[in-house]
């Protein structure tokens, strides 16, 4: 079985339901903040990003909300479906810092959804 | 587009063996990089590479060569395998042009060394 997500904090919802998934980030100088999604046995998968000139941004059933004074980013699923359950995680980078190198990846949130 | 792809799959070795594992990406990405993910951390930087011929080491360097001789593959070797370095290996890789673009993931390389 997938071993990666055991020791992660689990957020469980009803199907159908919104999710909001929080990631405190580091790095104050951190100013480009990506999310992922990671199914049991694949790779990460990129869902959204966001710079930090931008307060909020949406793309299909998610959206990154930055909160730039208590370095807090969220990711909200609207209308969660099963398909949604995996492990989220964020990234922040500093564009100062010279390249993807220095990206620097939370531990991330196990997301289970139920019908 | 394949995109980034990893074999094998899965491994077992027995500590003191070597190996390699494999990394091909089709999307003309100058950069790419290892990264290694153990349970309730984040994925962790072994190496990267800016393009062919160049190659660096990133958080956790140690037990790992690289090499990247073309812009296509990164192959990443364990030269005496040891029980700390089980753990499930990711191949990422992105373009160095403009802003923006994340890092694109293979689908890892699970490792077990006994």
């Known amino acids: 079985g997938e071993s990666v997500g055991l020791h992660l904090p689990t957020l469980s919802v009803q199907e159908g339901d919104n999710s909001i998934i929080n990631c405190a980030y580091s790095n104050s100088a951190s100013d480009y903040f990506i999310w992922y999604k990671q199914e049991s046995g694949k790779g990460p998968q990129f869902i959204i990003d966001i710079r930090s000139n931008m307060d909020k941004r949406q793309g299909q059933r998610v959206t990154v909300l930055l909160n730039k004074t208590v370095k807090h980013l969220s990711l909200q699923i609207a209308a969660t479906q099963p398909g949604d359950s995996a492990v989220y995680f964020c990234a922040e980078i500093s564009s100062f810092s010279g390249g993807y190198n220095k990206l620097i990846f939370g531990a991330g949130t196990r997301l289970a959804v139920h019908p | 587009n394949a995109g980034v792809t990893q074999t094998p799959k899965f491994q077992v070795l027995k500590t003191g063996q070597s190996m390699t594992l494999q990394c091909a990406q089709d999307?003309?990405?100058?950069?790419m990089s290892w990264y290694r993910q153990d349970p309730g951390m984040g994925l962790r930087l072994i190496h990267y590479?800016?393009?062919?011929?160049?190659?660096d080491q990133g958080e956790v360097p140690n037990g790992y060569n690289v090499s990247r001789s073309t812009t296509e593959d990164f192959p990443l070797r364990l030269l005496s395998a040891a029980p700390s370095q089980t753990s499930v290996y990711f191949c990422?890789?992105?373009?160095?042009?403009?802003?923006?673009?994340?890092?694109?993931f293979g689908n890892g390389t699970r490792l077990t060394v006994t």
């Open positions: 590479s800016v393009g062919a011929g160049i190659t």
């Open positions: 999307m003309n990405h100058e950069y």
């Open positions: 990422a890789s992105s373009s160095l042009s403009g802003q923006g673009v994340p890092l694109h």
